[in-house]
């Protein structure tokens, strides 16, 4: 066997041509282990219940909070024009908020008195006692006890809507049921 230079060149290069590929090569990549695996359904009895997330925030007012008395009852009733009548649309709400009291007997209130703004201050400081006053007696007659309930009159001072408006005007003539200690 013969070689020359040249040949004994090209299987040099040959060779190192080789060498290179051979290192340049990439071992085959394992997959990360996915961590444990759900069991699956068909015949082992059990199925996957994925874990629960925090899920929905509960919005709802905590029972016996004020906020559960607004919006489950209702805190205000409404009088007719220089009346201090309880109106028969505002007993519902008044046996509602009769229920409510009875039912968390720690709980007291203010029942605030309001006028709209017609008429001189005196009265509607009187207006508004009378209103607070009545709106007390007939929780009292749905049996609250006397001693949990405070009145005031706020006369003309606190209008809920400050339009000068029919509208206006009935809303400001209210009694309102406010939750003063007790509640959650």
């Given at each position: 066997?013969?070689?020359?230079?040249?040949?004994?060149?090209?299987?040099?290069?040959?060779?190192?041509?080789?060498?290179?590929?051979?290192?340049?090569?990439?071992?085959?990549?394992?997959?990360?282990?996915?961590?444990p695996r759900?069991?699956?359904?068909?015949?082992?009895?059990?199925?996957?219940?994925?874990?629960?997330?925090?899920?929905?925030?509960?919005?709802?007012?905590i029972?016996?909070?004020?906020?559960?008395?607004i919006?489950?009852?209702?805190?205000f009733?409404?009088?007719?024009?220089?009346?201090?009548?309880?109106?028969?649309d505002?007993?519902?709400?008044?046996?509602?908020?009769?229920?409510?009291?009875?039912?968390?007997?720690?709980?007291?209130i203010?029942?605030?008195?309001?006028?709209?703004e017609?008429?001189?201050?005196?009265y509607?400081?009187?207006?508004?006692?009378?209103?607070?006053?009545?709106?007390?007696?007939?929780?009292?007659?749905?049996?609250?006890?006397?001693?949990?309930?405070m009145?005031?009159?706020?006369?003309?001072?606190?209008?809920i809507?400050?339009?000068?408006?029919e509208?206006a005007?009935?809303?400001?003539r209210?009694?309102?049921?406010?939750?003063?200690?007790?509640?959650?």
């Amino acid at each position: 066997m013969r070689f020359n230079t040249q040949s004994v060149m090209r299987l040099a290069l040959v060779a190192v041509a080789a060498a290179s590929l051979a290192a340049c090569a990439t071992k085959p990549k394992t997959n990360p282990d996915p961590g444990p695996r759900p069991p699956q359904g068909g015949g082992g009895g059990e199925t996957y219940v994925p874990p629960k997330g925090p899920g929905p925030v509960d919005s709802r007012p905590i029972p016996g909070s004020s906020q559960d008395f607004i919006i489950n009852v209702g805190d205000f009733v409404y009088f007719d024009l220089d009346s201090y009548d309880i109106r028969s649309d505002a007993m519902p709400v008044l046996d509602a908020q009769g229920a409510w009291l009875r039912r968390y007997p720690n709980v007291s209130i203010r029942i605030e008195g309001n006028a709209d703004e017609r008429g001189t201050r005196e009265y509607n400081l009187a207006l508004g006692s009378r209103r607070a006053n009545a709106v007390k007696d007939y929780l009292v007659s749905r049996g609250v006890s006397p001693s949990r309930i405070m009145t005031l009159s706020n006369g003309k001072e606190r209008p809920i809507n400050p339009g000068t408006d029919e509208e206006a005007y009935q809303q400001n003539r209210n009694g309102q049921t406010i939750i003063t200690s007790g509640g959650y």
